[in-house]
């Protein structure tokens, strides 16, 4: 048997961990997630900084941009920027608080389904299932009937959201409760709810971090339809949604009066969601 | 047309952020030859098929080099491998259609032309499978031996001019993998068939091969852990008082279920090194599991040190938890990706040992050089490490209680053969010199070999193993 | 149990399920019908009056069991607030309602397929754009993409009039030009949230060891695409198939209210807001109905191959 050494002289150097080391990309999700909490910081304190009243009649209807009036005015005369930079408050509050309790539910179910893997669990899993036959929307909907809008929008989120969070979490667990760390953990005595909040929540830390985006993507959309049926803020109050349904007609008028919020639930809503995709990607999720 | 077989040329292959990963590299293999790409994991080797198959997964890119079949470089890669490529993976059974027969999947291989001859029965039967028997089952109505051999009927059906074999040597079952090493020794020389394959079974390869390419590093490079630096020796003697004895006991999987393993009945001394042997699926882990304390035992007791063992394990007291210590066989989910390697290795010198934060961080590099790693990997996580030194990590955590007894469940499966001797290197020396004692699960003869005892499971009873002392050595381990 | 009798089973029950939803949101909260009759204003006295004659004074369960009866008979009451009989209402607008989804389907289920497939399985030049496309797709609210619709088809290249006033007791079909927003704004956000998970099933499968050894051997892409990929992820499809109905009929309620169609999903949301109760009950549970059967018929190939197997 001959042995050859590459014949290229030189044994050539190569990577060793080449195969075991995954790619981590964690400068998109940096920069995705500086941008996110950007908008959603612009979208809570806006109204800080308008220089207008957003309910006072400054310019004939639809009045175009103009010094003075960015983006000119609305469909009663009303500053848009004012409006625009006033009404996301609401919205982003009301999706923020519904997308952090889906979360933080079905964060909680998931590590108790995924860990007992009892009959409970199961009732659960299906009771999750059946919930996932309603449509997200008919349920806020529904809620929208006897609860306030923003009560509606948590109460469809929570309803249609949890148990999608559920989901994913239970199979993480289930897959991590026979890790290597999780059974070393165990087997230096430490307890299941120790090793739960220690070893497998942060484990799977960019997975709920990409599913408490995705809930939040999904309460935007859910808030912002309630909003633009009328069920949200009750009308002088500015609000994103509620300004498209407004202003639609005017587009040929004013158009910066419908692109604006339009613009404004575009970026909020997709820079979560690209921040989320981003997580999910970097942990090899999607 | 000139017969040259197969020529790369000063191939290179880099990665997404430019690291290279196969440097300049020259292969020739005329008709006739048989060609190995040996070298530890991760050296590239399936890397290099990849880019001779014109196939690399996204992420790497041929940065220079050619690839020549019969004097001229090969344009449309994908017909190419059609035409005329052979190829079986590393693990040929996952690698069937779960909806095709075995009579559709060996057909898929065949030129159009060759498809109403009874080519795929005949190509079945060449691989001692039945072919109106087994002809019509799914991947999953077979055995996994059965639909090994499928994939193989696959791979040879078309005679293929250029055969490409990665790792089959450790998933193929032994009757497979002889039929496949006659196919190959008929290839050779037959001046026309061109053979390479990837491989890390020196033995396979010194007895097929015309020429062997190793990749990756030679002696010395940067990958050779630094020498770990053991505690002073003669504290505990082999041979000791034992520092691990179970009775009786019988272990059901799942728990209250069928026996698995009945009166179990064993004494490990100080220093000692015990190998458990059995077929997959025998109890081997689960007996290491059961002291561990991760699974529960049906009858019997356990102690170690001088400390009963109770379970579930919370029940265990603090003596009892330090004297036993797991480590298991998946690199990959060894250690946890979100705590860097220093936060590992503290958490069990809290937990076991007590000890406050400040006096744990020292101890860390501490049980750094012991396992012979760098101090810097403490601030790294695990997704920087390589499977290796991810085992080596979990060794050091295993070893931060101070326990009398390892408990290593197929530690080095995961592992290439260097890795493997290096890891069973430093725990033969933790042996002697501090009388770690270890009860090791394992199916790998080289890590038997170095067992003072070894012990097999059959038909659910655990039986001491006669063995020599030279028998059964692997000349893999001694060749590399 | 046998699938036939097995998936009726379900079926029932999810019906069953929905309908207590439906029912608990809507009959047992605070503020009911005889507060709507009674305008808000009404004195105590008039209330339970009030109260009586609609039957609101009895037992939960048991108007439960009336509304139920009352369903399955085919007669589900009447609107508080006109009137009419629900039967009648439901029935007018339907017809709006039903080619607005069968269109938004007919553009939806091509364009989720050609997305996922450029995603997952695209030219690579292909995927990156595609991949963001499906992301910011799936996360725009309804009422955005509208706006941008309106914005750009028919503001700003007048191709289509922004407000549908439809006239009355003309088909929705006769009048083509006044359903392409609004089937543009159920359809691409649908197909994009459709694209996003189907996405994920194609990746699934395209990863696993027989798909990767297939390329290995040089199989053209067609053959991995056609016997490879697509057998394996007919059961996910189909799935989202059913969920992707749940969003479209739902979604009626956004398109046809902001462009002015007189459709279910506008009748229940002027239901909603002016609290009468028994239709919002009828047309959510109509919905829901929609849905159920869909998931059903979703369920049906997955058990046959699962049956066929031994």
């Known amino acids: ?286 | 047309m000139n017969r040259h077989g197969l020529t790369v040329r000063g191939l290179t292959v880099t990665g997404r952020t430019g690291t290279v990963i196969v440097d300049r590299l020259d292969l020739r293999i005329a008709p006739g030859e048989v060609l190995a790409l040996v070298g530890p994991s991760g050296a590239g080797k399936t890397t290099v098929l990849r880019a001779v198959l014109g196939a690399l997964p996204s992420g790497l890119r041929q940065a220079s080099g050619r690839i020549e079949w019969h004097g001229a470089p090969v344009r449309a890669p994908r017909r190419w491998r059609r035409r005329t490529v052979g190829f079986l993976g590393q693990d040929p059974a996952s690698a069937l259609h779960p909806l095709l027969d075995a009579r559709a999947a060996v057909r898929e291989a065949l030129p159009r032309s060759g498809r109403d001859g009874g080519e795929e029965e005949r190509a079945l039967a060449e691989v001692g499978l039945d072919p109106a028997g087994l002809g019509r089952r799914r991947p999953h109505q077979l055995s996994g031996g059965q639909a090994q051999r499928v994939a193989l009927a696959r791979a040879l059906a078309a005679d293929p001019e250029l055969l490409v074999l990665d790792e089959f040597t450790s998933a193929l079952d032994p009757a497979a993998l002889v039929l496949v090493l006659e196919r190959v020794r008929r290839r050779r020389g037959d001046g026309r068939s061109v053979t390479l394959i990837v491989s890390h079974d020196m033995a396979v390869v010194s007895e097929l091969a015309d020429h062997v390419v190793r990749l990756g590093p030679g002696e010395g490079s940067h990958v050779a852990p630094r020498p770990p630096v053991l505690p002073p020796a003669g504290k505990r003697r082999p041979g000791g008082a034992p520092v691990l004895e179970a009775h009786g006991l019988t272990i059901a999987q799942p728990p209250g279920g069928a026996p698995l393993l009945s009166d179990v009945d064993l004494t490990i001394s100080a220093g000692e090194g015990v190998a458990v042997l059995g077929p997959s699926g025998s109890g081997k882990s689960t007996l290491l599991r059961v002291l561990a304390g991760l699974h529960p035992a049906g009858q019997g007791q356990a102690a170690a040190a001088g400390r009963p063992l109770p379970w579930p394990v919370t029940e265990r007291g603090p003596a009892a938890l330090r004297a036993l210590a797991l480590v298991g066989q998946n690199p990959l989910d060894v250690l946890n990706p979100a705590r860097t390697v220093g936060a590992a290795l503290a958490r069990p010198l809290r937990t076991l040992r007590g000890l406050p934060r400040r006096t744990a961080r020292a101890e860390v590099l501490r049980l750094l050089a012991t396992v012979g790693l760098p101090e810097d990997l403490a601030h790294r996580y695990p997704a920087a490490l390589s499977g290796g030194q991810r085992q080596r990590v979990a060794l050091a955590r295993a070893l931060a209680g101070g326990p009398a007894v390892l408990l290593a469940d197929e530690i080095t499966a995961a592992l290439d053969d260097r890795t493997a001797a290096q890891v069973l290197d430093l725990i033969d020396a933790l042996r002697h010199r501090t009388g770690l004692a270890v009860l090791a699960a394992t199916h790998d003869p080289a890590v038997a070999a170095r067992a003072d005892r070894v012990l097999r499971i059959e038909a659910g009873r655990l039986h001491p193993h006669p063995r020599s002392h030279d028998d059964d050595r692997r000349p893999s381990l001694d060749v590399l | ?310």
């Not at chain 3, 069991?65 to 006109?82: A, K």
């Not at chain 3, 607008?93 to 997952?120: C, E, K, N």
């Not at chain 3, 009950?281 to 109905?289: D, N, P, R, T, Y």
Request: hydrophobic share 55%; net charge positive.
């Open chain 3, 1 to 310: 149990m046998p699938w036939p009798a097995r998936a009726l089973a379900r079926t029932v029950l999810l019906m069953a399920a929905a309908s207590v939803v439906i029912f608990l949101c809507t009959a047992a909260l605070p503020g009911d019908a005889a507060d709507v009759l009674g305008g808000g204003r009404a004195a105590p006295g008039e209330l339970a009056r009030l109260r009586a004659e609609q039957g609101l004074d009895r037992p939960l369960h048991a108007r439960y069991l009336d509304w139920v009866t009352g369903v399955l008979t085919g007669d589900p009451g009447v609107s508080l607030i006109t009137g009419r009989p629900i039967g009648e209402l439901v029935a007018q607008r339907a017809g709006v309602t039903i080619t607005l989804a069968v269109a938004a389907l007919a553009v939806s289920v091509p364009v989720t397929a050609a997305l996922a497939w450029a995603a997952a399985r695209g030219p690579r030049w292909l995927r990156h754009p595609a991949n963001a496309a499906v992301v910011a797709g799936a996360a725009l609210p309804q009422a955005v993409v509208a706006a941008a619709l309106v914005a750009w088809l028919s503001a700003a290249w007048g191709l289509f009039p922004p407000v549908s006033m439809l006239p009355a007791g003309e088909p929705a079909w006769s009048r083509p030009d006044l359903l392409v927003l609004p089937v543009l704004t159920l359809a691409l956000p649908i197909a994009a949230y459709g694209a996003a998970l189907l996405r994920g099933a194609i990746a699934d499968v395209v990863a696993r060891p027989y798909v990767r050894d297939a390329e290995l051997r040089g199989l053209p892409p067609a053959t991995i695409a056609l016997r490879y990929v697509l057998p394996m992820i007919a059961a996910p499809a189909t799935r989202l198939f059913a969920v992707t109905l749940g969003g479209l009929v739902a979604g009626t309620a956004v398109a046809e209210t902001l462009f002015g169609l007189a459709g279910l999903g506008e009748l229940l949301v002027t239901a909603i807001s002016t609290r009468d109760v028994p239709v919002v009950q009828s047309v959510a549970l109509l919905a829901a109905a929609v849905v159920v059967a869909g998931l059903a018929a979703a369920d049906a190939p997955r058990r046959r191959r699962e049956t066929a197997r031994p």
């Open chain 1, 1 to 286: 048997m001959k042995r050859v050494n590459g014949s290229a002289g030189p044994v050539p150097p190569v990577r060793a961990e080449q195969d075991v080391v995954t790619e981590r990309r964690p400068r998109a999700v940096l920069v995705l997630g500086a941008v996110s909490g950007t908008v959603l910081v612009l979208a809570l304190g806006g109204e800080a900084v308008a220089g207008h009243d957003a309910v006072a009649i400054v310019a004939p209807p639809w009045s175009r941009p103009a010094p003075g009036l960015p983006l000119g005015a609305d469909a009663l005369g009303r500053d848009v920027l004012a409006r625009v930079l006033a009404g996301g408050r609401d919205l982003t509050l009301t999706s923020l608080a519904a997308a952090l309790t889906a979360s933080a539910l079905g964060v909680a179910g998931g590590l108790w389904v995924g860990w007992s893997r009892g009959r409970l669990g199961r009732a659960a899993a299906g009771a999750a299932d059946l919930l996932l036959a309603l449509p997200l929307l008919l349920l806020a909907l529904l809620a929208v009937v006897a609860l306030p809008g923003p009560a509606a929008v948590v109460a469809g989120t929570v309803l249609g959201g949890t148990p999608l969070t559920l989901r994913v979490v239970a199979d993480a667990t289930a897959a991590a409760r026979h890790a290597g760390y999780v059974e070393a953990a165990l087997s230096r005595g430490e307890r299941g709810g120790a090793v739960l909040l220690r070893e497998v929540l942060p484990a799977h830390a960019g997975l709920v971090g990409a599913d408490l985006g995705q809930r939040l993507v999904l309460a935007v959309q859910l808030a912002a339809a309630l909003n633009v049926l009328g069920f949200g803020p009750a009308p002088p109050a500015p609000d994103w949604a509620a300004m498209l349904r407004e202003n639609l007609q005017g587009l040929g008028l004013n158009a910066a009066a419908t692109i604006a919020p339009a613009a404004a639930l575009a970026i909020l809503a997709g820079s979560v969601a690209a921040l989320s995709h981003s997580l999910a990607t970097r942990d090899g999720l999607s």
